[in-house]
C-alpha cells in the first residue's frame, strides 16, 4: 500500500469515528442540526380546539353511550356537557334501562385531524331504581 491509500484509510476511518461520537453529520457540520449554545426552537403554537357546542359535545356523547349499551334509542335521555379546560369536555348522559336509572360519564378530546371531538373515556356512574 502507498502513502497515500493509508491516509485515505485514515481520514475515512477518522470520519467514522468522529460522526458516531456525533450522533449525525448535522450535529459537526455549523448551521445545522442541533448545537450546544444554539437558541432552542420556539416552540409550536398551541392549536384552538375545534369548534363546537354543548348541544354537539351531547350529541358525541349520546352517540357514544347508545353504541355501548347497543341500543338505537335511549329511554328519557337527558345530557349535559361541560367544558373542563382547554382540549377536554365532559358530559353526563342520563336514561332509563328497565326500571333503573343509568348516568354515562363521558370525557371527550379533539380529533384535531378531523377538525372534531371524539370520546376520550367513557364511564358507567350510578345504577339505580
Known sequence: M??????????????????????????????????????PEPAARPQADPPVTEARICDL????????MNVTQL???????????????????????GSEQQTYRVALQPHRQRQEWAVLDLTPETSSS
Open 61 to 68: 356523547a349520546k352517540q357514544a353511550v347508545r353504541e355501548a
Open 75 to 97: 329511554r328519557g335521555e337527558t345530557c349535559s356537557a361541560t367544558h373542563t379546560r382547554p382540549g377536554e369536555w365532559q358530559a353526563k348522559v342520563n336514561f332509563m334501562s
Open 2 to 39: 502507498t502513502t497515500t491509500s493509508h491516509l485515505k484509510i485514515l481520514i475515512i476511518t477518522a470520519s467514522v469515528f468522529a460522526l458516531a461520537a456525533c450522533g449525525s453529520l448535522g450535529d459537526i457540520l455549523p448551521g445545522q442540526g442541533s448545537r450546544r449554545g444554539a437558541p
